[in-house]
């Protein structure tokens, strides 16, 4: 019943692969030796379960993906009043690479600009610039699920062209933002953005996020729920530079971005999105990857302003009335999320029961990219030869042409007389 889901992921990147806007990252030589067609996503689903779409195994740096996760891990290791007192939080509408602070304070505007992840390194606790980032290195790889590569020709093309990075770390430490050599904090820095990805590790790590800090696919707390909620604010607000405004109303999912051409993005409780695709537009956000990202948001449903529970709290309670029979008893807002868990969670007892009855009677709210999902579980079924019943009454999920082949009660009770009718009809071995 997944089938559905990968399906229109294949669809959706073969329509744009098509699409050659954009212009790699030349100012870092490394990054124009790229191949301009890479393509790739990947979707992690909260309980780990990924689906891979195009070039979703082809690594590429992290770049300023980097950047969210060295704040939640310094607001990890040193808290949020240390840190809030070296980084503020508020959008500055400038490029990411701007030479400038906030006019009162003197402190990066937000952690997502370059200033800001800078001062960010510099407070990851580390006794030498080796520690510092076999810290960061660590942190990364346990969102990720893997150690991560470091592409060594990247590291040193960055550090040979920093000269304007190397502007915003001495600007910080006139300003007293830094607290150690401006040079040992870059050149970690430098380090952070050339560690290799892939958009299967962005979904990942989005998936850690979106979990509030627990890795889905290991299952390690990686950080607090209180950690994951501020960088996520953050990166709703500041995350795509100043394309913020516009990707917010548009796709609504907090992200980040990166030069590499990689996007992350988190639906919270739900999902992580990791996008690659190196042909930038003028503010530096991958041109295929934005686009992706919205018609993933608007296809599927994923502002996350029409989402208030868990996708985990989707399945309210399975159980057997009867030998041969299986309920599904749902609950909350059923969205795709939700939805896909569902049609996964059939699909491997499907050898477990002759009939299965959907009861959406506690389901308040759903949107068509569910009742799609549902529709596929209903012909999944009835191709296995199974039985498939809905309990409906107020007619939330069945809706005329979108595809049901189950029959609709009013009760549980009405479905598992038709059930068990269904059930003495079959032949005996």
Wanted: net charge negative; aromatic share 6%.
């Amino acid at each position: 019943m997944s089938e559905l889901v990968q399906r229109y992921l294949d669809e959706v990147v073969g329509e744009l692969a098509g699409v050659t806007d954009g212009a790699l990252a030349d100012y870092i030589p490394e990054l124009a030796e790229v191949d301009p067609a890479g393509f790739g996503l990947a979707i992690s689903s909260s309980d780990g379960y990924v689906y891979e779409s195009g070039d979703a195994r082809t690594e590429f740096t992290i770049q300023s993906i980097s950047k969210p996760f060295t704040y939640a891990l310094a607001l990890d290791q040193v808290g949020e009043d240390i840190v809030d007192s070296k980084i503020g939080v508020e959008p500055s509408g400038e490029a990411f690479n701007e030479i400038s602070v906030d006019d009162t304070t003197k402190t990066p505007k937000n952690p997502m600009i370059n200033a800001g992840a800078i001062a960010a390194v510099a407070l990851v606790p580390g006794v030498s610039p080796d520690e510092r980032f076999d810290t960061i290195r660590e942190f990364y790889s346990a969102c990720a699920g893997r150690r991560l590569d470091f592409d060594e020709d990247v590291y040193r093309s960055e550090k040979a062209t920093g000269s304007r990075n190397r502007a915003i770390a001495y600007m910080l430490d006139s300003f007293g933002v830094l607290a150690d050599d401006p040079d040992d904090v870059l050149d970690v820095y430098f380090r952070q953005c050339s560690l290799r990805v892939t958009s299967v590790d962005l979904a990942r790590m989005g998936a850690t996020l979106a979990r509030g800090g627990i890795n889905p696919q290991t299952g390690r707390r990686v950080t607090s729920t209180r950690v994951v909620q501020r960088t996520l604010s953050v990166m709703v607000t500041c995350g795509m530079y100043n394309a913020a405004g516009d990707w917010v109303s548009a796709v609504g999912l907090p992200a980040k971005s990166g030069v590499g051409g990689g996007i992350v993005a988190v639906l919270p409780g739900q999902l992580g999105i990791g996008v690659y695709s190196p042909l930038l537009d003028a503010r530096g956000n991958s041109v295929r990857g934005v686009l992706l990202c919205r018609n993933l948001s608007e296809r599927l449903g994923l502002h996350f302003l029409t989402v208030s529970r868990e996708s985990r709290s989707t399945v309210r309670a399975i159980y057997e009335p009867t030998p041969g029979i299986r309920v599904y008893e749902l609950h909350g807002d059923l969205m795709f999320a939700g939805a896909e868990q569902v049609a996964r969670t059939v699909q491997r007892n499907l050898d477990e029961f002759e009939v299965a009855i959907v009861d959406v009677t506690r389901v308040d709210d759903i949107n068509d990219s569910a009742r799609d999902l549902l529709a596929e579980v209903s012909r999944s079924l009835r191709d296995a030869g199974k039985q498939g019943l809905v309990v409906d009454p107020d007619r939330v999920v069945i809706r005329t042409g979108r595809g049901y082949h189950d029959s609709v009660f009013s009760t549980v009770e009405d479905a598992l007389v038709t059930g068990e009718k269904v059930l003495r009809a079959k032949p005996t071995l």
